[in-house]
């Protein structure tokens, strides 16, 4: 073979040989691709939203989905409602394999070669409000048979549903007033979320739900035996608070005790825990000794209500109701000191009284006092304003007292008011005040106390990404808040239903995250405020309130980037090793479709492959030295 045609042969078998190394490159690449796209057809359940994402990591170091190799698959569970839900059961299924066009082997694969867990053990699986919690399972491809191969490239369908419950707290109120010789009782019932409660008291499409009145035989309410059973009716649909009333007639002289009870129920999707108001008494008095004297007795109110939280600076409305049940007409006084915790304001008012009674209220000192001269029956109502002192942190307690005139029952009425007291404090890691490199992670906090005596209402805040900075998608938190619920839209971090519950103990820290820009020069300040609804806010007069400030210096110097390590990735993994998945906007009741990983082959292909490139490349290096020899030679002849 001369020269000339050796040449030829050397380019022909160099160029096969770089060919098939090229090949096994992009093959493998791109099944590394591939491996990386996450996500299935997935079926959520009502109540929740289910996604899934296929983890090499913590199966093998490969990135393929090669026959009888076990990989992890990470199952995440959202909650999108504004109260925890615990999964009850949750099952999975491969639907289909759908092949590629570029797939060259005839398609023969099917669902049956990738082996999946039916069910996934979920045991207690709670899933806080707003947020979600991830399942891990195995799958793998099957060893048996010819066609594993003609899997290559294409998509298996998984579909997954499952069931929760969630649990729904309520208050629950009763008030007692005396008719004669019969007790009204009312019982007013209010569901803790009822923006997300679809079965709460009034809803359209739950059971019907009551309230069960008992009479009892003490105090402590020990024994009793069921009044009445009564269905509530809604009075406030944006709300859905409810009512219920009941009378029991023909009491005998002396006090009598009732108490209400908002039983649990455990239908539909929900499971509510019903909540017992205080024992409520009412007394029916006897005879009087003399058949011609007055007998005084007293019943008070007060707006937003007894027993309803109230803020510092805030107004309450009281009423004191005096009433004479003697046999005679006659006067009484009655005196309602007030407390440090509160000022007068305003000038009491006899707002009922009858036409033949006489009714004056007049203040002297931080004391009212109440004079009436009433009929046999009639009663006089006197109103008056106090305003909650602005530094208090304690319950508030105004009690009346018949001070003159002949009282046998109920001679004093306290009605309670529980304070909140909100505090918020923003901080950030790096601390304010600090010079923070390009790219630097930062973490801001906004620790939430309420320093009185009740749980706050549901409080809403925002905070708004600050000017040369990113947000870290899925990093916002609750921070430990039951039923809140976080979203970040536009640069703008809002959280939802935020409550705080009263006491150091119960304090929350709502957090999120941002990067500094690559962008930002030295010098430029970054400063963060975030505003929340104001709840009993100290030096706070507004409706809305901001927190303070916290404000970082950036430093684009190279020393100052180099020294600080590269920001950590957004999703890092939890103490359990688990891959924490970003934080997904869950859809109810969806069916979401997801790019299926592809199935990148057997590891033997590429690697033959390589092997028979390398070997080319190695015989057209022979052949190369073998034609420079005999191109020294010269021409033959």
Same mark, same amino acid.
């Not at 022909?12 to 040989?17: F, H, R």
């Not at 017992?276 to 024992?279: E, M």
């Given at each position: 073979m001369n020269a000339t045609r050796l040449d030829?042969?050397?380019?022909?078998?160099?160029?096969?040989?770089?060919a098939l190394l090229v090949a096994a490159f992009c093959y493998n690449v791109a099944g590394y691709l591939g491996a990386r796209r996450p996500g299935f057809v997935l079926t959520a359940a009502k109540g929740f939203s289910i996604t899934s994402t296929l983890d090499a990591s913590t199966c093998t170091t =490969?990135?393929?989905?090669?026959?009888?190799?076990?990989?992890?698959?990470?199952?995440?569970?959202?909650?999108?409602?504004?109260?925890?839900?615990?999964?009850?059961?949750?099952?999975?299924?491969?639907?289909?394999?759908?092949?590629?066009?570029?797939?060259?082997?005839?398609?023969?694969?099917?669902?049956?070669?990738?082996?999946?867990?039916?069910?996934? =053990?979920?045991?207690?699986?709670?899933?806080?409000?707003?947020?979600?919690?991830?399942?891990?399972?195995?799958?793998?491809?099957?060893?048996?048979?010819?066609?594993?191969?003609?899997?290559?490239?294409?998509?298996?369908?998984?579909?997954?549903?499952?069931?929760?419950?969630?649990?729904?707290?309520?208050?629950?109120?009763?008030?007692?007033?005396?008719?004669?010789?019969?007790?009204d009782l009312s019982a007013t019932v209010t569901p803790a979320n009822p923006g997300s409660d679809p079965y709460g008291p009034g809803s359209t499409t739950a059971p019907v739900h009551h309230v069960d009145f008992y009479a009892c035989a003490t105090a402590s309410c020990a024994t009793k035996s069921l009044l009445a059973t009564v269905t509530l009716s809604t009075t406030t649909p944006t709300t859905k608070v409810a009512t219920a009333a009941t009378t029991d007639s023909g009491l005998s002289t002396g006090t009598h005790y009732f108490k209400v009870v908002y039983p649990a129920t455990g239908t539909h999707s929900g499971t509510f825990t019903g909540s017992?108001?205080?024992?409520e008494s009412v007394t029916i008095p006897g005879s009087s000794s003399s058949s011609s004297s007055a007998d005084f007795t007293l019943s008070r109110s007060d707006v937003p209500a007894t027993h309803k939280p109230v803020v510092p600076g805030a107004p309450i409305a009281y009423a004191v109701t005096v009433s004479n049940t003697g046999r005679a007409g006659g006067t009484a006084t009655v005196t309602v000191p007030v407390p440090s915790t509160e000022t007068l304001s305003?000038?009491?008012?006899?707002?009922?009284?009858?036409?033949?009674?006489?009714?004056?209220?007049?203040?002297?000192?931080?004391?009212?006092?109440?004079?009436?001269?009433?009929?046999?029956?009639?009663?006089?109502?006197?109103?008056?304003?106090?305003?909650?002192a602005p530094g208090d942190t304690s319950t508030v307690e105004n009690t009346a007292t018949i001070t003159s005139g002949t009282c046998t029952t109920t001679c004093a009425a306290t009605v309670t008011n529980p304070v909140v007291v909100l505090n918020v404090v923003k901080s950030s890691i790096p601390t304010t005040g600090s010079v923070v490199p390009l790219r630097q992670r930062v973490v801001y906090t906004l620790t939430m106390s309420d320093a009185g005596t009740a749980a706050t209402t549901p409080i809403t805040m925002t905070d708004t990404v600050p000017a040369g900075t990113s947000y870290v998608r899925g990093s916002a938190s609750c921070g430990g808040a039951p039923g809140c619920h976080v979203t970040e839209t536009a640069g703008t971090v809002t959280w939802k239903t935020l409550v705080v519950g009263h006491g150091t103990a119960n304090a929350i820290s709502p957090s999120f995250e941002v990067t500094v820009n690559s962008s930002d020069t030295t010098g430029e300040k970054i400063t963060n405020v975030a505003t929340f609804t104001n709840d009993g806010t100290p030096t706070c007069t507004t409706p809305t309130c901001p927190t303070n400030p916290v404000t970082l210096t950036v430093t684009a110097r190279s020393s100052a980037a180099g020294g600080s390590p590269p920001p950590p990735p957004p999703h890092v993994s939890s103490s359990s090793g688990s891959s924490t998945p970003p934080t997904l906007s869950p859809v109810p009741g969806a069916t979401t479709a997801h790019t299926g990983e592809p199935f990148a082959g057997s590891g033997r292909i590429d690697l033959v492959a390589g092997i028979i490139g390398l070997g080319l490349l190695a015989v057209g290096e022979s052949l190369r030295r073998r034609q420079k020899k005999l191109a020294a030679r010269g021409p033959v002849e």
């Open positions: 030829t042969v050397r380019k022909v078998v160099s160029t096969l040989g770089v =490969t990135a393929k989905l090669a026959p009888g190799v076990p990989r992890c698959l990470v199952v995440s569970i959202g909650n999108p409602l504004s109260v925890p839900i615990e999964v009850t059961a949750l099952s999975m299924a491969v639907t289909s394999f759908t092949p590629t066009a570029s797939n060259h082997h005839t398609p023969a694969c099917t669902a049956t070669m990738l082996t999946v867990p039916p069910t996934l =053990t979920v045991n207690t699986l709670v899933v806080p409000a707003g947020s979600e919690k991830t399942v891990d399972t195995t799958i793998k491809l099957k060893t048996t048979g010819t066609t594993q191969d003609n899997c290559e490239n294409g998509t298996f369908g998984l579909a997954f549903s499952g069931s929760a419950i969630y649990t729904e707290s309520t208050s629950t109120a009763l008030t007692a007033t005396r008719t004669g010789h019969s007790a017992t108001s205080p024992v305003g000038t009491p008012t006899c707002t009922t009284v009858g036409t033949t009674d006489t009714c004056a209220a007049t203040v002297t000192g931080s004391t009212l006092v109440i004079t009436v001269d009433l009929a046999v029956g009639h009663s006089a109502k006197v109103g008056f304003d106090a305003t909650v």
